[in-house]
């Protein structure tokens, strides 16, 4: 039982992340595009890591996938926020992006 909740629960935050990379790809602007993929890829990124949780062997396994995902998330943030300012500050120089 506990299985097949995992891997719900991975199916589910693989078809976040497609949803995501189909938002990059279809959004007109880079603040739409950035916004559907951060957005998309954080709830896919938590919903496999805990089916990941679900079928991890140990405390400590547990604890590594927390890890990971929270510096995954962290940086995917980061990463998101430094783009966005990015782009901003080349607007505001007149410059295309």
Do not use: W, Y
Not at 45 to 60: D, P, Q
């Amino acid at each position: 039982m506990i299985s097949m909740v995992a891997m719900v629960l991975i199916g589910a935050g693989a078809l976040f992340f497609l949803a995501g990379t189909i938002g990059l790809l279809r959004f007109p602007d880079l603040h739409c595009q950035l916004h559907a993929l951060t957005k998309a890829d954080g709830l896919g990124l938590t919903l496999i890591g805990l089916g990941a949780a679900l079928l991890a062997g140990s405390v400590g396994d547990i604890a590594r996938i927390a890890l990971i995902c929270a510096f995954a998330a962290l940086s995917g943030a980061t990463c998101g926020h430094l783009i966005a300012r990015h782009a901003r500050r080349g607007d505001a120089e007149g410059r295309d992006v």
